[in-house]
C-alpha cells in the first residue's frame, strides 16, 4: 500500500477531434517515480433526466444505440452544449426528447460513468409533474417514446434487463430517495 | 415518432488503437435513409466487484483518476483479459487489489457505461464471506482500500459523494436486492 496516489503531467499527444469525444494520450509520472501513458477520452459533459408522471410512469425512450447494434431503452438524455448549465441541458433534453414540461424539477448528483479513461461527467435530474408539449427531435435523432410503471423500471434494473448506467443510477437512487 | 430506429454501416476510418481503448469513425444510414457519423470509442469490456464482509463493511478502493486529477472512491474493478470470462476476472480484480477471495460470489448484472459511443460492456458481481490473502498490484497501480460500512457506501451514493458509475449501480442494486 502506498501513501501517495497522484500521478503528474509530462508530455501529451493529440491523437482525434472529433464532434462527440477527442482523444489525447498523456506521458505521466506515477507516485514511485516511473513513467506510464494514459489514454484519455474527453467528453464535454452530459445530462439525464428521470420524468415522472402523475401516475409514476417513467418517460423512457427507445433509442437504437450504434455502437452496441441494438435498441435499448434509456431515460431521456444528451450532451451538454459547450458551457450549458446543466439543469437548463436537462430541461431542454426532455423537451426536445418526450416533448414534456415538469412544475417538480430536482438535482440527483452526478455520475462519471467510466472515470478510468472517458472523461465524462453525467448530471441526474428528477422531473415530476408534467405537462406535454410537442417533440423537438435533432434531424438525426429517431427515438420512442415508452411510458413504463416506475415500480416495472427499478424491477427491470435490479433483474438487468435496464443496461444503460444512468437509467440504472437514476431510477435506483430515485427509488431509495423517494420510497416510491 | 418514426417506425424504424435501427441505423447501418457503410463505412469505417480507424482514428486510434491504444493499449485500453481504440477509436474510429463510421458512416451510417440512419432510418430516413439521410447519412451520419457515429464516433465509437471500442473497449474489450469490464468488470467490478462489490465486497462485503462479515460486518457488512465494504472494501472500497481509492485511486487516482488522473482524466479528473483526483482520487476517488469505487469497488474493485478492471479491465477484462482478452477472452476472459466475466466472473473469473472478477475474481481476479478482487484478488489483486484487495486480496479477498470470497466464499459467495453472485452476479448482478451488467452495465453500459455509456452507451452513445464507448463500448465498453461492465460487469456487476457481489461478493460476500471474504478470507484476507495479499495485493497482487499491477506495477502501474496505486489504490488504498478503504473499509467502509455498507449503509454509508448506500448514503454517500444517494447524496452525489460517490460518483463512480459503477460503485453506484453495484450499491444500490445490492441495498434493494438484499435488503440490508
Not at 477531434?17 to 459533459?45: C, F, M, W, Y
Not at 437504437?64 to 431542454?92: N, Q, S
Not at 409533474?129 to 438525426?140: A, F, K, R, W
Amino acid at each position: 500500500m502506498c501513501d501517495r496516489l497522484d500521478e503528474t503531467f509530462i508530455s501529451r499527444e493529440d491523437k482525434f477531434q472529433g464532434k462527440i469525444v477527442s482523444l489525447h494520450v498523456d506521458r505521466v509520472r506515477l507516485p514511485n517515480g516511473a513513467e506510464a501513458t494514459r489514454e484519455v477520452v474527453d467528453h464535454g459533459g452530459g445530462v439525464a433526466v428521470l420524468p415522472l408522471d402523475k401516475e409514476n410512469n417513467v418517460l423512457a425512450v427507445r433509442q437504437y444505440r450504434y455502437v452496441f447494434g441494438k435498441t435499448i431503452l434509456e431515460i431521456p438524455a444528451g450532451k451538454l452544449d459547450p458551457g450549458e448549465d446543466p439543469a437548463a441541458g436537462g430541461l431542454r433534453e426532455l423537451l426536445e426528447e418526450t416533448g414534456a414540461v415538469p412544475e417538480i424539477y430536482q438535482p440527483m448528483g452526478h455520475i462519471l460513468p467510466s472515470p478510468g479513461c472517458y472523461g465524462e461527467t453525467l448530471y441526474l435530474f428528477l422531473a415530476r409533474g408534467l405537462t406535454m408539449h410537442s417533440q423537438h427531435l435533432d434531424p438525426d435523432e429517431f427515438l420512442q417514446v415508452e411510458r413504463v410503471p416506475f415500480d416495472e423500471m427499478v424491477h427491470r434494473c435490479l433483474t438487468g434487463e435496464i443496461e444503460d448506467a444512468k437509467t440504472v443510477a437514476a431510477v435506483l437512487k430515485a427509488k431509495l430517495l423517494l420510497e416510491i
